[in-house]
């Protein structure tokens, strides 16, 4: 099992608890330093050995956004904060999470999860074994679609439908936004409605369509979504309530 080296940055003790107790519960992690020094923390990360960082952005004397930007790149990160206008702004430093406070830990196990399929992805393959033949077995139907290819300005660009959190229809336009990026492309919603697998994506409004399990919270007919609120149509209300329905416990 790969197991993730991580730190956890906040000027907050109690939050530092908190992650350190929810670490502890998750095989594939490791504790290696806890700090309320964002510039010890920030000479951790920059001498490598650090796999994954849990940063607050509010702290002293350097932003968790600062830290992002001159740590340029080295380790994971999920950002903890209890302050959602940041979101947007971590789209662009392609922060591998971002969670609220306070962080329950089903979102939490959610988030390293994430992390940890991604390093073992990246793991190098293994060296190959001598082949031995084995019995034929029975043709295998096609793979589940886990990505599509859009049309950009100047290239044809891959997106994983996991890294999907909402898209956001502007007339002739579509705006598909992920954690990293925001993604234009020259289609229409009806379109991309119609492409995308039911039951992971549900269109909400005429103008957004969501990825479901990318919901945080539903509050009368608005749903937040990596701190972006996305307004329930009335023409959607039904079908969107149906899907939920069927995943309330």
């Not at 919603?189 to 539903?218: A, C, N, W």
């Amino acid at each position: 099992m790969i197991k993730l080296k991580c730190i956890a940055v906040d000027d907050e003790p109690l939050a530092l608890d908190i992650i350190e107790d929810y670490v502890s519960k998750v095989p594939f992690l490791e504790l290696v330093k806890r700090t309320e020094n964002a510039i010890e923390a920030l000479q951790l990360v920059q001498a490598g050995g650090i796999d994954l960082v849990f940063l607050d952005i509010q702290m002293p004397e350097l932003t968790g956004i600062q830290f992002l930007k001159i740590a340029n790149g080295k380790a994971s990160y999920i950002l903890t904060t209890a302050y959602s206008q940041y979101a947007l702004e971590s789209y662009d430093l392609n922060v591998s999470d971002y969670l609220l406070k306070p962080i329950a830990f089903d979102r939490f196990y959610k988030a390293v999860e994430k992390v940890h399929n991604q390093m073992k992805i990246a793991e190098p393959a293994p060296v190959p074994q001598p082949f031995v033949a084995a019995a034929p077995s029975p043709v295998a139907s096609n793979p589940i679609q886990d990505f599509i290819f859009v049309k950009t300005e100047h290239k044809i660009q891959k997106i994983q439908l996991d890294d999907i959190l909402y898209i956001e229809g502007l007339k002739d336009y579509i705006s598909i936004y992920t954690r990293a990026e925001r993604i234009i492309t020259l289609q229409n919603m009806k379109k991309m409605d119609e492409t995308l697998p039911k039951g992971q994506f549900v269109r909400v409004h005429k103008s957004y369509i969501i990825s479901l399990d990318k919901i945080e919270s539903i509050e009368r007919s608005r749903i937040s979504i990596f701190g972006k609120i996305i307004p329930i149509g009335d023409t959607y209300r039904d079908e969107f309530f149906k899907h939920i329905d069927n995943k309330n416990i």
